[in-house]
């Protein structure tokens, strides 16, 4: 197969040309390994690539799942994989290696993806940006050089929106999914909590506000791969309502009953929404007025945000510190001063000074906000706001630098209506339908009721029909 074949399908299109055995799992590896080659290290968007483990298990690949055998990246998240090690876009975490696989890992596999590397992440997954130091710096967007490819499953959506797989891991516990997905100009959904297993090495992660899931370039790869991957593990602390069917036989219905969707255009706190993403959410509006869905205004839930902005640091400053005094336990070793980058390195500070009480008062505060929010969607099917609050930032604006609590507050400006739904446990997506007149993505997103997943990848489908974003422009050769 040639690269310029490869890179205009995606993972539906490759697996059925395995399935017709026109191709072979070792010639899809091969163009993807090229690829990651020619765009994935001047992107600086993958780590830990194995070209041999990729090849090898190509070779011997039986076809089977959906994806049949097409190439597959993991994001150095930490997601336990006995063929790669992790680092968590961290010094101190380098070469994490592990005895056994995920849960998630196993699924992938067994859905037919095929792994060759991990993504590039924003140090503990705690950034919007992925500009890690262990990675020698930022990871760059294909669609923007000198804009961040978001976080902190940037490499993730810079991989695909490069073309270099169609489908990669992502996760997401405060916009990791959708921020990436939103800058570079590609699909991602993040599940309802529960809906994809997280063991069986833990059961949940940052007090359930993350999940796990991918990052597409169509809506039908994720409606694929979400058959896959989704369901109940026994003995996981949450549980998603049992799917209402395929997903991706919801994507491929086209004749249903109207949806009626809310639009949120203000923000809290008074927050400003830049004029571009407040633009895209209008013309996003119009499009699903035109394909017969009501679309109607709608004020925002009444949530104490800034309580919510200072809940979400606590979970995270709790975490660095279990995750830290673990680290540091295994390598037998103190703190040394180039560890950490110096948000996270004074959120273990803060995290230390935490007390039992303000943790649990924070997880009462996440309640809180799943019980207003979907008060607030009564009536509704699905709500529509902007995916970030500004453009992509410029790189190095949202670089971990600085104090703990300030980068925070600078966060909650910028993916605004991302974390909240991480807190309430539903499902959402951004859909890449806008670009500004210098080609930067501006993504709107979609918000759903716990557990209908189908809802939103109903209408994202819909909506790619109408304003197909496939073959947008990749700034390398």
């Not at 017709?20 to 010639?27: F, H, I, L, M, S």
């Not at 067994?110 to 792994?115: D, I, K, M, R």
């Not at 370039?217 to 989704?230: E, P, Q, W």
Request: aromatic share 6%.
């Amino acid at each position: 197969m040639r690269i310029d074949e490869y890179e205009g399908l995606d993972g539906l299109d490759l697996a059925a040309l395995l399935a017709r055995k026109e191709v072979q799992p070792a010639e899809l590896m091969d163009c993807a390994l090229q690829l990651a080659e020619r765009r994935g290290k001047p992107l600086n968007a993958l780590t830990y690539v194995q070209p041999e483990t990729g090849k090898a298990l190509a070779a011997e690949w039986r076809q089977r799942g959906i994806f049949r055998g097409i190439p597959f990246l993991l994001k150095d998240s930490g997601l336990p994989s006995r063929r790669f090690p992790s680092s968590l876009g961290s010094h101190l975490f380098d070469d994490v290696s592990y005895p056994f696989d995920a849960t998630l890992a196993e699924r992938f596999e067994a859905s037919g993806l095929v792994p060759f590397a991990r993504t590039t992440v924003s140090e503990l997954c705690m950034g919007p940006s992925t500009e890690a130091r262990r990675n020698g710096g930022a990871t760059l967007n294909p669609r923007a050089l000198d804009r961040s490819v978001g976080g902190s499953s940037g490499g993730a959506a810079a991989a695909v929106a490069a073309a270099i797989v169609p489908v990669a891991h992502g996760s997401d516990g405060g916009g990791s999914i959708r921020i990436p997905a939103a800058c570079c100009g590609v699909f991602g959904l993040k599940p309802s909590r529960g809906r994809v297993p997280m063991g069986p090495a833990r059961g949940e992660g940052w007090g359930g506000m993350a999940c796990e899931g991918v990052i597409t370039r169509s809506v039908r790869d994720t409606a694929a791969a979400l058959d896959g991957i989704g369901g109940y593990a026994p003995g996981a602390p949450y549980a998603a309502p049992p799917q209402p069917g395929s997903y991706l036989d919801s994507v491929r219905e086209q004749r249903r009953e109207p949806l009626r969707i809310a639009v949120w255009r203000q923000a809290w706190n008074g927050i400003a929404i830049a004029p571009e993403c407040l633009a895209a959410v209008d013309r996003t509006a119009r499009l699903c007025r035109e394909l017969g869905h009501e679309v109607v205004e709608a004020p925002l839930p009444d949530l104490d945000y800034s309580g919510f902005v200072r809940a979400h640091g606590t979970v995270l400053a709790t975490n660095i510190v279990l995750a830290v005094q673990a680290r540091l336990a295994a390598l037998g070793r103190d703190l040394r001063d180039d560890d950490l980058e110096p948000v996270i390195r004074d959120g273990l500070s803060i995290g230390r000074g935490l007390s039992s009480t303000q943790y649990v008062d924070s997880i009462n505060r996440f309640h809180a906000i799943g019980r207003a929010i979907e008060s607030a969607m009564t009536g509704v099917d699905l709500v529509l706001t902007p995916t970030l609050a500004q453009l992509p930032a410029v790189l190095g604006d949202l670089a971990l630098e600085g104090g703990f609590w300030a980068f925070r507050e600078k966060v909650s400006r910028y993916a605004t209506f991302l974390a909240v739904i991480n807190a309430s446990g539903q499902p959402a997506a951004s859909l890449p339908l806008d670009w500004t007149a210098a080609g930067v993505p501006v993504a709107s997103q979609l918000i759903g009721h716990f557990g209908r997943e189908d809802q939103i990848l109903r209408l994202a489908a819909e909506l790619e029909r109408a304003a197909p974003w496939a073959g947008r422009q990749i700034l390398l050769p």
